[in-house]
Structure formats: C-alpha cells, structure tokens
C-alpha cells in the first residue's frame, strides 16, 4: 500500500528545493564576488569563471541529495544531515550583520536561502514528519 507524504515532507523538499536554488542564482549572479569569497578562505586555489560555475552547480546537486533521500528512502539520517547543512549556513549570519551594518547590502536571493534552510528543516521535526519516518515497513510512492 501506498502512503502519502505528509504536507511537513513535501513542504520540507519544497522549501529546501526553493532555498539551494535561490543560493545557485545568487551565486551565478555574483559569480566574480563567489570567487573572492573562495580566494580568500582557500588561497591555494585560483577559482575561475568556468571553475565557480562547476563549484555552484555541485552544490545545488549536493544540496538535492537529502531531498532524494528523505523523499524517496525515508532515510532518518538525512535529517541529520540537513540539519547540519542549515547550522553551517548559520555560521554565515554575523557576517551579515557586520555587512549591513557597515552600509553593505546583502542580495534578497542570499537572504532566501538563509531563511528558508532552517525553517524548511524545521518541518523535518514535526509531529506528522515523524509518524512519516516511522513508518518504514510502508511503501513510499514516488510522488505521492
């Protein structure tokens, strides 16, 4: 028997979709400040245009990774996993801060995916998300 996905699920993919998309666009957008940024935490690398486009794609493809997992295996751990993601995007927030502060503008895309990473893992720790997982005997649908 097929089960459906309770809406905190499909919310989750959904908003955890919208958010590594939002930050390829930003970054694709700003591709020559994404390179900078990379320069200056990892000197040993020159980061190019055709290199930061390769970068940016493979974490839009990292990032749909623990989409998969959770919506077509239910694998519990890629909850883990996602959370861990959102608290390394946190790690971000200060310097933000420091940027607007400082008369810095910060791009609406980045704002997005950094609102939009934890509020969609948040939905990972509902009540119904957890019935979800714990039923693993159940066959999922694929796009049920």
Not at 83 to 106: H, K, R
Request: charged share 20%; with cysteine; proline share 3%.
């Amino acid at each position: 028997m097929r089960t459906r996905r309770p809406a905190s699920i499909r919310l989750f993919a959904l908003l955890f979709l919208a958010q590594a998309v939002c930050s390829f666009i930003n970054g694709m957008r700003h591709i020559d400040r994404e390179a900078i940024y990379l320069g200056s935490r990892i000197s040993e690398i020159q980061f190019d245009h055709d290199g930061m486009i390769v970068i940016l794609s493979a974490r839009l493809s990292i990032a749909l990774i623990p989409i998969a997992l959770i919506w077509f295996l239910r694998a519990k751990f890629a909850r883990w996993l996602v959370t861990l993601m959102a608290l390394g995007g946190v790690v971000n927030v200060p310097e933000a801060i420091a940027i607007v502060q400082s008369g810095g503008d910060i791009s609406p895309l980045w704002l997005a995916a950094t609102v939009l990473k934890p509020l969609s893992v948040a939905f990972l720790f509902t009540r119904s998300a957890h019935r979800w997982f714990a039923r693993k005997d159940e066959d999922v649908g694929i796009f049920a």
